[in-house]
């Protein structure tokens, strides 16, 4: 099946600073998502990018459609001891009969105040 | 709008017995999801629904798990028996449109351990 390569798998920052992260696929995905999970909750979206070159922002957060449409990386700008969670990326494609989501592992982000 | 309800939030269980979690996607989305995420790993999905019906369920292990969702709307998923591997959240999803295009959403989740 599809494999999503998520990095990195965790990150420690100081409160201010920016975030990057990103995903990988071994395959072609039509639209990639972002999602951001806290303890206890479901993933909650955050940025849906459907085009191949695309850059969307969120408020301090902007993701990117891969020009190859195998990958995508999210970036957070100035961050707050909020931002903590894991964050998930999730590529989907359209074809057949489903258009099921393949998720990364996930990063962890701490904020250190 | 009220969210996607799941319950219970948590339940501990023996090893061969059977479980049950519920699901109720919020209100006019004809697309369901069931995913388990496993400590560490992001979500997997087990089974789609759309309305009543079963669109993809070829991550799921028919042997012992087993979902429907009748009259298309809440949905419910079992496991029997439970073994130790089963240990995670289980989380429910609903979408408005089949293709999912603003992303779905998700409810908080079942954490089951099995013991």
């Known amino acids: 099946g599809q494999q999503l390569n998520q990095s990195p798998q965790s990150m420690f920052i100081q409160e201010g600073e920016d975030v990057s992260m990103n995903c990988t696929s071994s395959?072609?995905?039509?639209?990639w998502l972002w999602y951001k999970q806290e303890p206890g909750e479901g993933p909650v979206l955050l940025i849906a990018?459907?085009?191949?070159?695309e850059l969307t922002s969120n408020g301090r957060l902007t993701a990117q459609f891969g020009i190859t449409r195998k990958d995508s990386f999210l970036n957070i700008s100035a961050s707050i001891p909020s931002d903590v969670g894991i964050y998930f990326c999730?590529?989907?494609?359209?074809?057949?009969?489903?258009?099921?989501?393949?998720f990364g592992k996930g990063t962890l982000l701490t904020v250190n105040p | 709008e009220a969210g996607v309800a799941q319950s219970p939030r948590y339940k501990i269980i023996e090893k061969r017995q059977s479980v049950a979690f519920w699901c109720n996607p919020i209100?006019?989305?004809?697309?369901l999801y069931w995913y388990q995420q496993i400590l560490g790993q992001g979500p997997k999905l087990l089974i789609q629904?759309?309305?009543?019906?079963?669109?993809?369920d070829s991550q799921l292990p028919k042997d012992r798990f087993s979902a429907e969702r009748l009259k298309g709307v809440d949905s419910t998923l079992k496991i029997q028996p439970a073994k130790l591997e089963d240990s995670a959240v289980y989380l429910c999803?609903?979408?408005?449109?089949?293709?999912?295009?603003?992303?779905?959403?998700f409810g908080s989740g079942t954490r089951l351990t099995v013991v």
């Open positions: 395959s072609i995905f039509n639209t």
């Open positions: 990018l459907y085009k191949a070159g």
């Open positions: 999730a590529g989907r494609n359209s074809g057949g009969s489903n258009y099921k989501l393949t």
């Open positions: 629904f759309q309305n009543n019906g079963v669109v993809d």
């Open positions: 209100s006019g989305h004809a697309t």
């Open positions: 999803a609903s979408s408005f449109v089949r293709t999912g295009n603003y992303g779905y959403t």
